[in-house]
């Protein structure tokens, strides 16, 4: 123990001498086996008992804090090389702390929904680095899955620090895992990795306040702050904003709505509580869409008069439900219990009609119960089954997607980034990797909530050059016969373009890393790779190319086009063709894309012209399209879409 950390465990002896009040406590993702940002300013904040001042150590420095009258500090450490390890000490008046085998190297922040949560055991198993040999001087950690309304100063529970080796790796972010392992091999510093992921979550919940405003969505950021305040009130303009959606896209008049109780409507029986894909209904085998429901309850004056609960049970995916034609709640969360409270007034003697309408926007649907959880409770105690005598009704198809209340946890507004980034502080960072746009695709402006969302958390990590390593989405979905449009190539098309614009992003390309019927592809380890040779590029200013990307577009004088393509390694190929497949020339017109004859060769694909007005290029532009143009890394040339000058 040297003479310094010997100091500061005396004193922390004569600070546990005073009484104990509240031993200080530091937030972020600072705890035993941690690794810490080198060659940064290592920045603190924590609590402790109000006005007291906290002393902390570490590697031979130390600093004094004074918390401040909620008991809040701060404290800055002088910037540290790659070492290790060390313990930290923090001491004060009531009480001290121990953080012990602390590493100084380069930290690495992971995140997105469930490409990037899954897991090393849960992805391709033949690979030998899923089971690697311990490394000490890599580290791993994983966040909890929290959401809140409101961002968060510290992790309920302190986020548990594991040195990496066969055992702890294979519950961690393979994506994550594979990029962290091999920058090791190539880095002479000790790496940590934190994994902060949600399956299935959009990108809005991911931003803070500010970056919702910045995306245009300042009516969401405000409706979360109202859910904080007044969930009662927050449900009611939530109900508010989706029949006025409803109203703009159906063309109904007010009071003739799906949601009124006597809408009419071709009402047929439920078949059973559960997923109404199993109901033996040929339209619903294979329905994604929405689904109305319907239940009339009859009550007395008595029983009607007061506050009273409706419980629902779970609804796959997502529900706006409403009594007697006033909206009562809502939420997109297949699992969760619906529970709502119901003010004195809602309900009235005679015939009451409870309405619910169903979303299903992806694989099964309906209301799943269970059966004994659904029910009515009123102010006196008195408890009215709901689990049988319910209707259904197909609803006509509307344009667009439902609006989503913005306090769900992964269709939220803020909310992961509320409960999962917020409380990791002013941590230090190396750079951050992003698997995330799945459940984006098919909203407008993805561009714009990526960008809103690294300017915050460029922020809050104190480097406006943070680098970020994003993943292009994998090839999903039914494969293109003929030229169209695509969500997913749109979003990939926004990455692209905001890694191009950014100057400190970059893209792993995966477009052929996918599966067609399967949204959860296996082949992480090359995503991985992938992802680790973007971030040697702008981390380490290492000469990796980040793969083949679209410079620019000229028109040719025998009426083509050539592009020059970027970031080749070697030459391009042409893989079992001779010709380079999945380019589109497009007029202005909507619908005006053909697919083109095109040869790769060198750092170029020329297209031939076809006689008709070409204004743009379009490349792999489908939902699970085919590629077949790589370089000499075995990398694939990006999906893009270019004007033509």
């Known amino acids: 123990m040297t003479r310094h950390c010997a100091a500061l465990l005396a004193t922390a002896a004569l600070f546990a001498a005073a009484p104990a009040i509240a031993a200080p406590r530091l937030d972020g993702a600072i705890g035993d086996h941690a690794v810490l940002q080198r060659d940064q300013p290592i920045r603190l904040r924590g609590t402790a008992a109000p006005g007291e001042t906290v002393m902390i150590g570490l590697a031979g420095r130390s600093v004094t804090a004074k918390a401040d009258r909620d008991g809040r500090f701060e404290a800055r450490l002088p910037a540290l090389p790659a070492g290790g390890p060390y313990d930290l000490t923090i001491a004060a008046p009531s009480g001290a702390g121990l953080i012990r085998d602390l590493l100084v190297g380069d930290v690495f922040l992971c995140s997105g929904q469930s490409n990037m949560e899954m897991p090393v055991d849960a992805a391709q198993q033949w690979i030998a680095d899923a089971r690697p040999p311990i490394d000490d001087k890599l580290r791993l950690v994983t966040i909890d899955k929290v959401a809140s309304d409101t961002p968060l100063t510290r992790f309920a529970q302190s986020p548990q620090w594991k040195v990496a080796g066969p055992e702890t790796a294979r519950a961690f972010s393979a994506a994550c895992f594979y990029m962290v392992q091999a920058l090791r091999r190539s880095q002479d510093v000790p790496i940590g990795a934190i994994a902060?992921?949600?399956?299935?979550?959009?990108?809005?919940?991911?931003?803070?306040?500010?970056?919702?405003?910045?995306?245009?969505?300042?009516?969401?950021?405000?409706?979360?702050?109202?859910?904080?305040?007044?969930?009662?009130a927050a449900q009611a303009r939530a109900s508010t904003v989706w029949e006025n959606w409803w109203r703009q896209k159906s063309g109904d008049a007010p009071g003739r709505e799906p949601w009124q109780p006597d809408a009419a409507l071709d009402w047929k029986p439920v078949p059973a509580i559960g997923n109404f894909e199993k109901w033996g209904v040929p339209e619903l085998a294979d329905y994604n869409g929405m689904i109305?429901?319907?239940?009339?309850?009859?009550?007395?004056?008595?029983?009607?008069?007061?506050?009273?609960?409706?419980?629902?049970?779970?609804?796959?995916?997502?529900?706006?439900?409403?009594?007697?034609?006033?909206?009562?709640?809502?939420?997109?969360?297949?699992?969760?219990?619906?529970?709502?409270a119901l003010p004195a007034g809602t309900l009235k003697a005679g015939r009451n009609v409870v309405t619910v309408n169903d979303d299903d926007v992806y694989a099964l649907g309906g209301m799943t119960g269970p059966v004994e959880a659904m029910a009515l409770t009123l102010a006196d105690g008195t408890r009215i089954p709901l689990g049988s005598g319910w209707r259904y009704a197909v609803a006509r198809k509307v344009e667009g997607d439902a609006p989503r209340v913005p306090w769900d946890d992964i269709n939220g507004a803020g909310t992961l980034y509320n409960g999962m980034i917020a409380p990791l502080g002013p941590i230090g960072l190396a750079g951050v990797a992003w698997y995330q746009g799945e459940s984006d695709t098919g909203l407008p402006g993805y561009e714009a909530r990526l960008t809103a969302m690294m300017a915050a958390w460029r922020t809050q990590f104190g480097r406006a050059d943070l680098p970020l390593a994003i993943v292009q989405l994998a090839d999903y979905g039914k494969p293109a016969t003929r030229p169209g449009d695509s969500g997913w190539a749109t979003v990939r098309e926004d990455q692209r373009r905001m890694a191009a614009r950014d100057g400190h992003a970059g893209v792993a390309v995966a477009i052929d890393l996918g599966d067609p019927i399967d949204i959860h592809p296996g082949e992480k380890h090359e995503v991985g790779q992938r992802l680790a040779r973007v971030m040697r590029s702008l981390a380490y200013r290492a000469p990796d190319s980040m793969g083949p990307a679209i410079g620019a577009a000229a028109r040719t004088a025998d009426g083509g086009v050539r592009l020059r393509v970027d970031g080749v390694t070697g030459a391009l190929h042409m893989r079992s063709s001779g010709q380079a497949i999945g380019f589109e020339l497009c007029g202005a017109a909507p619908g005006s894309c053909r697919y083109a004859n095109a040869v790769a060769d060198g750092t170029a694909v020329t297209l031939a012209g076809d006689g008709k007005p070409v204004t743009r290029i379009r490349y792999a532009w489908a939902d699970s399209p085919v590629v077949n143009v790589f370089d000499d890394a075995a990398l694939p040339l990006g999906p893009f879409e270019i004007a033509l000058p």
């Open 196 to 232: 902060s992921s949600w399956g299935g979550s959009r990108i809005s919940a991911w931003l803070d306040g500010e970056g919702l405003r910045r995306a245009g969505m300042a009516a969401e950021a405000d409706l979360l702050a109202l859910h904080a305040r007044d969930p009662a």
């Open 292 to 340: 109305w429901y319907g239940r009339e309850i009859m009550l007395t004056p008595e029983q009607a008069r007061g506050v009273a609960t409706l419980a629902i049970g779970a609804v796959d995916d997502a529900d706006r439900t409403w009594v007697n034609g006033v909206g009562v709640g809502g939420s997109s969360l297949a699992s969760q219990p619906r529970i709502y």
